[in-house]
């Protein structure tokens, strides 16, 4: 699939923006593809604080010459965004990444903004002798359980050309590893019958995603 979205790009004379919900794996597919297209990576962008205007990015991702990806992962940014596709699609394709397990990245979101709020170490390539919490210690709120699933809900607005599995790809050229905790993470939460009565049921339609 990954030659699929690069020949789709040289072909159509586009750059690649990656969409996905947080901890989805946008970063990691950001890289192999810019590895294995030879081009260079913008990362994240669109991150609210960094910039003033989404679209400003968006631009810059547009009038690249050379292949390049970039990824948008945060909620307000897309709503931003959202209201004018057809101009991200003019020089861009659009890829979206999705993780079946919702519970598993339900909890890899509440772990990262409770354990280190500031990234100051970074949400990726997380080794288990690092986990900064301890089973039963985290309770999930309502509100956030909300977010997320919204989260999940926009990236189809806009109309990705490929719509790929996190848990279906290989990651061979990039840094990026999956991270390890000391314990399986949902057991984190003090209610994790609550977080999995909301997300452990989530079904994607087969409609969602792209075979190879």
């Given at each position: 699939?990954?030659?699929t979205i690069l020949d789709c790009a040289q072909q159509q004379n586009k750059n690649i923006l990656i969409i996905g919900s947080p901890r989805s794996g946008t970063h990691a597919l950001s890289a192999e593809l810019c590895k294995l297209g030879r081009g260079k990576s913008l990362m994240e962008i669109?991150?609210?604080g960094y910039c003033n205007?989404?679209?400003d990015d968006i631009n810059r991702l547009s009038s690249s010459a050379r292949l390049t990806t970039a990824q948008v992962v945060q909620l307000t940014p897309k709503l931003?965004?959202?209201?004018n596709v057809d101009k991200i699609k003019k020089d861009n394709i659009i890829v979206n990444i999705r993780r079946r397990d919702k519970v598993l990245q339900f909890a890899s979101w509440i772990y990262f903004r409770v354990s280190d709020p500031t990234a100051l170490h970074g949400w990726h390539n997380h080794n288990a002798n690092k986990t900064r919490v301890q089973p039963g210690s985290v309770t999930a709120a309502e509100s956030d359980i909300v977010q997320?699933?919204?989260e999940q809900l926009l990236d189809d607005y806009f109309l990705?050309?490929?719509n790929l599995c996190y848990e279906d790809l290989t990651f061979t050229q990039t840094n990026f590893r999956k991270n390890t905790f000391a314990f399986h993470l949902p057991e984190m939460f003090s209610n994790l019958d609550y977080v999995k009565q909301q997300l452990e049921t989530w079904q994607y339609s087969?409609?969602?995603f792209d075979n190879e």
């Open positions: 699939m990954y030659q669109c991150k609210t205007d989404p679209w931003v965004l959202a209201e997320f699933k919204l990705p050309t490929f087969t409609g969602h």
